[in-house]
T-cell receptor
Framework: KAGVTQTPRYLIKTRGQQVTLSCSPI?????VSWYQQTPGQGLQFLFE???????NKGNFPGRFSGRQFSNSRSEMNVSTLELGDSALYLC??????????????FGQGTRLTVV | AQKVTQAQTEISVVEKEDVTLDCVYE???????LFWYKQPPSGELVFLIR??????QNEISGRYSWNFQKSTSSFNFTITASQVVDSAVYFC???????????????FGSGTRLQVQP
């Protein structure tokens, strides 16, 4: 079974630009979550999608947005990039077993550098 | 608000030593899940264990063992006879799970970098 796939692995963008990151969850997983990892703030929850609906959102500005498609693939978008957005962005997928929480399986991440 | 504290920023041991990584958490929820993840240099977070708040049994998996103590809000992780391949950053996490909606978000600690010297 293929794991969580994130593309691209590395990205360099200029301040003010926008960027779109992609995440393909494990086959059969319908929940996709996004996390930002920086040296200063650590791992922080961005948002979670299930069945194309955002179910939960972390404390990030509106420049950070996401969506999920009918095949459960998810994208996150960051507009008007700032230097502080440089981070490793991790995507996690989870199986859905009723309303019970299970472990999240993470991809290798997309390392975004804003210059 | 939920919080996970990993007070040990970095630990260095020599191969075959035992090492314990500490994790203390805060939550007002009565139902929650605790996790440990390993992050090797490749960046991927590798799931190690999940424990729910109703199960205080300690768990052992090979060289790994976990000690969950609700009375002290701690979920410590011990590696017995450490190996160089254990070198990584280890994260403890707490799940904010609403059983009615199934929403989930992980609150992570700041991580402990473990270096195992040969």
């Amino acid at each position: 079974k293929a794991g969580v796939t994130q593309t691209p692995r590395y990205l360099i963008k200029t301040r003010g630009q926008q960027v779109t990151l992609s995440c393909s969850p494990i086959s059969g997983h319908r929940s996709v979550s996004w996390y930002q990892q920086t040296p200063g703030q650590g791992l922080q929850f961005l948002f979670e999608y299930f069945s194309e609906t955002q179910r939960n959102k972390g404390n990030f500005p509106g420049r950070f947005s996401g969506r999920q498609f009918s095949n459960s693939r998810s994208e996150m978008n960051v507009s008007t990039l700032e230097l502080g957005d440089s981070a490793l962005y991790l995507c996690a997928s989870s199986p859905e077993q009723g309303a019970r929480s299970t472990e999240a399986f993470f991809g290798q991440g997309t390392r975004l550098t804003v210059v | 608000a939920q919080k996970v504290t990993q007070a040990q920023t970095e630990i260095s041991v020599v191969e075959k030593e035992d090492v314990t990584l500490d994790c203390v958490y805060e939550t007002r929820d009565t139902t929650y899940y605790l996790f440990w993840y390993k992050q090797p240099p490749s960046g991927e977070l590798v799931f190690l264990i999940r424990r729910n708040s109703f199960d205080e049994q300690n768990e052992i998996s090979g060289r790994y063992s976990w000690n969950f103590q609700k009375s002290t809000s701690s979920f410590n992780f011990t590696i017995t006879a450490s190996q160089v391949v254990d070198s990584a950053v280890y994260f403890c996490a707490l799940s904010d799970t609403r059983l009615d909606t199934g929403r989930r978000a992980l609150t992570f600690g700041s991580g402990t970098r473990l270096q195992v010297q040969p």
